[in-house]
């Protein structure tokens, strides 16, 4: 079956450094691949997708990119903010199954002044 | 866009009596439904997906004549927890997608948090 792994946190960072959040994958054919965040208190709401091998999705500083060979899909920005803190989650979801996602367990991300 | 609500966004009731919570769509019509519950260590766990005009599909070991799932509409789903016990406290989180296309993201509500004493 589908599964996610992603990895643990929670991760504390300083305002401006760089942050990786590992994600890997297993899966049958070629999902399509996601980064959601939840901040406190609110539902998850779509950071950023790929749809095919190479893809690299954007959105708000943050980028991943889809590497088929090595089924990842880390997650990435170069200077965080305090207003990044939040949980993050990566999924993937294949047409063959109605959009049903799988998740990984979050990351929680914590940036300090 | 793509604007999902949920209401209540808390409700507090007493064991043994039901809670329904509602999920919109209200700028797109949602072929799928999705109903998860969030546990306060933030992992996410799937209950049922729920197709318009159809009956939900659960997933494993989740209750189907507790957490009772209708789909009235492409815009409007309906989770009732019935006969409610302290245990089902929790964060419950509706998403929706739009089908077609490839990448089939899900647009989620901003969740509802039930207390049950």
């Known amino acids: 079956g589908n599964s996610v792994t992603q990895m643990e946190g929670p991760v504390t960072l300083s305002e401006e450094a760089f942050l990786t959040i590992n994600c890997t994958y297993t899966?049958?054919?070629?999902?399509?691949l996601f980064w959601y965040v939840q901040y406190p208190g609110e539902g998850l709401q779509l950071l950023l997708k790929a749809t095919k091998a190479d893809d690299k999705g954007s959105n708000k500083g943050f980028e991943a990119t889809y590497r088929k060979e090595t089924t990842s899909f880390h997650l990435e920005k170069g200077s965080v903010q305090v207003s990044d803190s939040a949980v993050y989650f990566c999924?993937?979801?294949?047409?063959?199954?109605?959009?049903?996602?799988?998740f990984g367990d979050g990351t929680t991300l914590t940036v300090k002044p | 866009g793509a604007v999902v609500s949920q209401h209540p966004s808390w409700v507090i009731c007493k064991s043994g009596t039901s809670v329904k919570i509602e999920c919109r769509s209200l700028d797109f019509q949602a072929t799928t439904m999705f109903w998860y519950r969030q546990f306060p260590k933030q992992s996410l766990m799937l209950m049922a997906t729920s197709n318009e005009g159809s009956k939900a599909t659960y997933e494993q070991g989740v209750e189907k004549d507790k957490f009772l799932i209708n789909h009235a509409s492409l815009t409007l789903s309906t989770l009732t927890v019935t006969s409610a016990h302290p245990e089902d406290s929790s964060f419950y989180i509706c998403?929706?997608?739009?089908?077609?296309?490839?990448?089939?993201?899900?647009?989620f509500g901003p969740g509802t948090r039930l207390t049950v004493t």
């Open positions: 999924a993937l979801a294949r047409s063959t199954n109605a959009g049903k996602s799988t």
């Open positions: 998403s929706a997608t739009k089908g077609g296309g490839a990448a089939y993201e899900q647009y």
């Open positions: 899966a049958t054919g070629y999902p399509s």
